[in-house]
């Protein structure tokens, strides 16, 4: 007694329950996905929504019948259902009635695929019932028909794993009615599991190219937002790197200042040399910690430019320099020029050059104008080019200029727009407001 209790502790689960080998669980595995796939769900209603038309042939076909070709999987099942019809009729049954079972399993397929098959593989036997002896056994020429194209389409519709099961369980049904009643009519089960194995085969081919298409096409949308973010975070970069530049002079002038500004006073009290001290070392500490913050977005091998950041007074140096390379550029000045914060101006320089420059990539030959206005609000920016002229073919670029373009008017609380023009040219236009406060 006690050598069977110990036995059966051994054999016994942790839970109590007792061990199964492992060709019982993956039996059970097997039955389990037989269940998910045909029996989980069968009279679930799911209706077959219209075809895409954005395919290469579908997209150039006129708009009123690329609606109706929407339809055409539909269209297909129907008249796949309307051909079984004509089959029964041609073969002279003796139970036309009978041929509309088959046939409403087809179409059954458009609303309820996985109860289609069920519904065409019960209905074999009864149209062979009513159908008489001529019609082959287990499946009549209508039978057959109908069962392949229910396993073709409800393949197309679900998955290859539910294909797999629909085939042999017809294989196991076509089996069993042919070695019940095989003495008297035969089986035919050989040629519709060899001609469903080539149609599910196809089917199975195309849900993986399907699936491989989406794959890529969701790696390239992944890949073409990490491409966006890398660029964005590039060009923040370097407005940073280049404001640095900017503050880090002013904060130098007015430690400087701030330092010199005792000994132009004479015999200044106490209190004002204590003002400019503690002014110095704020100018200092601000600085230091500017340098700390934002050195974090220098590269190891930059280098701090010799010469302050450019401002719009080295416009016409650029322009110049864009004329020796062969771009012919007007430059027309509006409104009171003014002084504006060396932000705002480097900001609207680099705008400029990065707008002639995409002039000189993509529209070789062209001709362009730089439109600056001064307004009571801030600064306004244009620059247009007319299409490419000559035999210069564009260069592509590395599609970082207008999100430049947009991170610096954005981090002025400005606006910019940029798209193509009428004649074919191209059009950046940006406005950058400027408070009184804020002229130097």
């Known amino acids: 007694m006690a050598d069977v209790t110990e036995t059966t502790q051994r054999f016994s689960a942790p839970d109590g329950s007792s061990s199964r ?113 001529w019609a082959g056994w287990p499946w009549s020429p209508t039978t057959f028909f109908s069962h392949l194209v229910v396993l073709t389409v409800v393949a197309a519709r679900t998955r290859p794993r539910t294909a797999a099961w629909m085939w042999a369980l017809t294989g196991l049904y076509g089996m069993f009615a042919g070695s019940l009643f095989g003495s008297d009519y035969g089986s035919n089960t050989a040629p519709l599991l060899f001609a469903s194995a080539l149609a599910l085969l196809g089917v199975t081919v195309l849900h993986v190219r399907r699936e491989a298409r989406q794959e890529v ?29 900017v503050v880090a002079h002013h904060m130098s002038v007015v430690a400087i200042q701030a330092e010199a500004a005792p000994y132009r006073v004479e015999n200044p009290p106490p209190e004002l040399e204590q003002a400019f001290v503690t002014i110095r070392e704020n100018a200092v500490a601000a600085l230091t910690e500017l340098r700390r913050v934002l050195g974090v977005v220098r590269a190891e ?103 430049g373009m947009r991170e610096r008017v954005a981090m002025l609380n400005g606006e910019l727009t940029a798209g193509p023009t009428e004649d074919g040219g191209y059009e950046v236009a940006a406005f950058v407001p400027v408070a009184k406060e804020e002229a130097p």
């Open 301 to 403: 091998d930059y280098e701090a430019p010799d010469a302050p950041q450019p401002t719009l007074a080295d416009l016409d140096g650029l322009l110049a320099n864009v004329r020796d390379a062969g771009l012919t550029v007007d430059k027309a000045v509006t409104g009171a020029v003014r002084d504006l914060p060396q932000g705002v101006e480097l900001s609207a320089y680099r705008i400029v050059q990065e707008a002639l420059s995409n002039v000189l990539r993509h529209a070789p030959g062209a001709a362009a104008s730089v439109e600056i206005g001064y307004v009571l609000g801030g600064l306004g920016l244009r620059v247009v080019n007319g299409p490419a002229r000559g035999l210069v073919k564009p260069s592509p670029g590395a599609g970082h200029g207008i999100t």
């Open 21 to 133: 080998s492992p060709e019982f669980h993956h039996a059970m595995g097997v039955l389990q996905g037989l269940r998910q796939e045909l029996f989980h769900d069968a009279l679930a209603y799911r209706p077959l929504p219209p075809m895409a038309t954005d395919g290469p042939v579908t997209r150039r076909l006129p708009g009123r019948i690329r609606q109706y070709a929407a339809w055409t999987p539909h269209a297909l099942v129907v008249g796949a259902a309307l051909v079984l019809l004509a089959i029964e009729y041609d073969s002279g049954g003796v139970f036309f009635p009978a041929g509309l079972v088959p046939a409403a399993a087809v179409v059954l397929t458009l609303v309820r695929p996985v109860a289609a098959f069920w519904a065409s593989l019960a209905a074999t036997p009864v149209y062979g019932f009513f159908a008489g002896e």
């Open 217 to 245: 096409t969701a790696e390239r949308t992944v890949t073409a937002q990490e491409r966006s973010m890398r660029t964005l975070l590039e060009e923040r970069t370097t407005i940073a790197r280049e404001l640095h530049d």
